[in-house]
T-cell receptor, first 110, second 117 residues
Framework: SQKIEQNSEALNIQEGKTATLTCNYT??????LQWYRQDPGRGPVFLLL?????KEKRKERLKVTFDTTLKQSLFHITASQPADSATYLC?????????FGDGTTLTVKP | GAVVSQHPSWVICKSGTSVKIECRSL??????MFWYRQFPKQSLMLMAT?????????EQGVEKDKFLINHASLTLSTLTVTSAHPEDSSFYIC?????????????FGPGTRLTVL
């Protein structure tokens, strides 16, 4: 079965820097990879989706890449702000079913 | 648009009782809804896929007689935890896929925190 690994449980960076989060999948190449933000005690909020045939996707300060050779997606937040502090989840989706990673908790310090 | 609500947002119950959690798509129709469970500092684990008008599809290891799912309309799915025990305490989250929309786009509810004493 598909396994999603977010290999950093926690990431601390200084405000203004770029945060880079990693997501690796172990088996089949998913049709889509999705990134979500989750705040404590809340449901996930959709951020970005990237398809298998796309290399990069951008939305404001967010950028996602998809490397099928490395079986990896990178999620970047540029010019990070303390308000970006949250847990970020990567999910692999195939045939409508999503498999989530454990998440990376990002803390942006002022 | 694309708002999903859950009710209640939290519930505390005694062991052995049943608890019903509602998931509603407020401004769109959802043929398919998903139910997840999340333990602290862990990933969301898919429990079941709920399709309007038909039986839910449960993931391996999830007891269908314990976690009853009903998807009676295009805007409402319910999860009933029957004879709840302390080990059922968790954060339950639903998501809804918009009917006719991009089938992999899910909108998540805010979650329900269940504590079984």
């Amino acid at each position: 079965s598909q396994k999603i690994e977010q290999n950093s449980e926690a990431l601390n960076i200084q405000e203004g820097k770029t945060a880079t989060l990693t997501c690796n999948y172990t088996n089949y190449s998913p049709a889509y990879l999705q990134w979500y933000r989750q705040d404590p005690g809340r449901g996930p909020v959709f951020l970005l989706l990237i398809r298998e045939n796309e290399k990069e996707k951008r939305k404001e300060r967010l950028k996602v890449t998809f490397d099928t050779t490395l079986k990896q997606s990178l999620f970047h937040i540029t010019a990070s702000q303390p308000a970006d502090s949250a847990t970020y989840l990567c999910a692999s989706t195939l045939a409508g079913k999503s498999t989530f990673g454990d998440g990376t908790t990002l803390t942006v310090k002022p | 648009g694309a708002v999903v609500s859950q009710h209640p947002s939290w519930v505390i119950c005694k062991s052995g009782t049943s608890v019903k959690i509602e998931c509603r798509s407020l401004d769109f129709q959802a043929t398919t809804m998903f139910w997840y469970r999340q333990f602290p500092k862990q990933s969301l684990m898919l429990m079941a896929t709920s399709n309007e008008g038909s039986k839910a599809t449960y993931e391996q290891g999830v007891e269908k007689d314990k976690f009853l799912i009903n998807h009676a309309s295009l805007t409402l799915s319910t999860l009933t935890v029957t004879s709840a025990h302390p080990e059922d305490s968790s954060f339950y989250i639903c998501s809804a896929a918009r009917t006719g929309g991009f089938h992999n786009e899910q909108f998540f509810g805010p979650g329900t925190r269940l504590t079984v004493l």
